[in-house]
């Protein structure tokens, strides 16, 4: 295995991929340096002299400026660097597309086919309430439900999609928890649901019921607790007229244009840039060949890179869009007089990296190299296949949310020090790095580590295509297994 890497032949930095000790020697360019301190796995080493004010330079890009005369051997990290952003900037259109490498032979997957067209990756029956207060008689009802049902099947699972909200709320807040909820139950991971209300909540369930539009009325039902006598009876004869429509449900053939798959990270670490990530991106660039749809958010950590996406915009339509979509959230830190660029985490920093270019360069890999098709406001659903951005925190739990709520089928959520939660669908885990692996082989479902042992692209990417074909044809992931589902809606304002 190699004890580091230099990644674009520009950077004056190289990646240790091993815990390095001081005076140990680097051998990169045709010269030797040796280094001055130890420097841990995942951490830059200054492959030159950079001096004060000047770029360090990492991926082919500055990731921030030498804040201090920074020697050959030295290690580069937030003590040394500091990031060259600041303020709003000005975007010009300039377009620079790319080919998709990948072949348009169709593939297929095994899933369920809505009456609407879309298709599911899971059979689940979902109680989705409009208000936090009846998340635990959501709970009572599906205990008695499967006491006097038994056996679910063709049902996968069934669970409530707990929140906080749904009263005491105003302006934005209000709509996003509308939207969101709303999303959740046209969502076609669903074979049925049950809209859960109290009574009393301002996200008024039969306003609520208005607002989805077409919905198949045998599959959704919906429940005001303060209007019958016992809930939980009521709601059990609901599951069970959901349970008689959907018995018959079986997975059939479907090709692989069918997917909407999510783009995430957290836990990021200097790996990040290097193994996982690349290797959504190749998987983006695959679906997207085959008719597909990803998507990537957390807006924040495309801070100092989102020119490369800019540049990828189909058209002078999406380039405003994805101009609007940087902007407006640097906005929402500033009207809430907070800094722009307050990023990476320390979980980031301890696994190597220094600035938010560091950590936006890295992060927008997962959207390989297709073009841009359509940005999205939080809270809109998909409407055109191929790759989107979509606006959302960085937030592990609300970007994955958010990414669920806009039709997305599947999360993949790359980490480097890992992460054990999932959101209300499938929330498939990718290490960078094979010691994350091993140790919390719970967590993580996929090891993108082997892309810096023995591990060729092409193999690697290979297998991780037939694993999210076998998991969006019912194999569990950790956080099904663990029965760790959650679901987060963006809060921004006052509550009453």
Request: aromatic share 8%; glycine share 10%.
């Amino acid at each position: 295995m190699k004890k580091y890497l230099k990644i674009n032949e520009q950077d004056n930095v190289a990646v240790a991929l091993t815990n390095l000790s001081e005076n140990e020697p680097v051998y990169l360019d045709g010269k030797v340096i040796y280094l001055k301190e130890p420097v841990e796995r995942g951490h830059k080493i200054a492959l030159t002299v950079i001096e004060k004010g000047k770029h360090v330079m990492k991926y082919g890009a500055p990731i921030g400026h030498a804040k201090q005369t920074i020697q050959a051997g030295q290690h580069v990290h937030d003590h040394n660097i500091i990031t060259n952003l600041e303020g709003l900037e000005d975007y010009r259109y300039q377009q620079k597309l790319y080919p998709n490498p990948y072949s348009k032979e169709p593939a297929t997957f095994k899933g369920f086919k809505r009456k609407d067209g879309q298709a599911g990756i899971r059979n689940e029956l979902w109680i989705v309430p409009t208000v936090g207060c009846v998340n635990g008689i959501a709970d009572l009802i599906i205990q008695e439900f499967k006491q006097e049902q038994g056996d679910i099947s063709p049902f996968d699972n069934i669970l409530v999609l707990k929140h906080n909200y749904g009263c005491s709320q105003l302006g934005d807040d209000h709509v996003n928890t509308k939207t969101i909820l709303a999303n959740a139950v046209k969502h076609p991971n669903a074979g049925g649901v049950l809209v859960l209300g109290l009574g009393c909540e301002n996200n008024n369930i039969y306003e609520f019921r208005d607002s989805l539009g077409e919905y198949d009325n045998k599959r959704v039902k919906f429940l005001l607790s303060q209007d019958v006598s016992n809930e939980v009876e009521a709601g059990v004869k609901l599951l069970k007229e959901i349970y008689e429509e959907a018995k018959q449900d079986q997975r059939e053939e479907v090709p692989l244009a069918g997917l909407k798959i999510g783009l995430k990270c957290g836990g990021s670490d200097g790996f990040s840039g290097i193994t996982a990530n690349p290797l959504l991106g190749q998987f983006s660039d695959y679906l997207v060949a085959q008719g597909g749809t990803t998507v990537l958010t957390e807006v924040p950590e495309m801070f100092g890179a989102e020119t490369i996406l800019m540049e990828r915009a189909a058209n002078q339509e999406v380039f405003s869009k994805t101009v609007d979509l940087i902007n407006d959230f640097k906005q929402y830190f500033m009207d809430h007089k907070q800094p722009v660029y307050e990023n990476p985490s320390p979980g980031n920093k301890a696994g190597g990296i220094s600035t938010l270019e560091d950590k936006s360069l890295g992060c927008t890999q997962k959207a390989g190299t297709s073009s841009v098709m359509d940005v999205l406001k939080y809270g809109e659903r998909l409407k055109k296949k191929g790759l989107n951005l979509l606006s959302a925190p960085g937030n592990d739990l609300i970007a994955s949310s958010a990414l669920a709520a806009a039709g997305c089928q599947l999360v993949l959520f790359t980490t480097g020090r890992g992460t054990p939660f999932g959101t209300f669908v499938p929330t498939m885990k990718i290490s960078t790095n094979t010691p994350l692996y091993h140790a919390k082989k719970h967590w993580i479902d996929f090891n993108a580590g082997t892309l810096l042992e023995d591990g060729s692209s092409e193999d690697v990417l290979a297998e991780f295509i037939e694993y999210v074909k076998d998991v969006a044809s019912g194999k569990l992931v950790n956080n099904e297994k663990n029965n760790f589902r959650e679901l987060a809606i963006f809060k921004s304002g006052v509550t009453l």
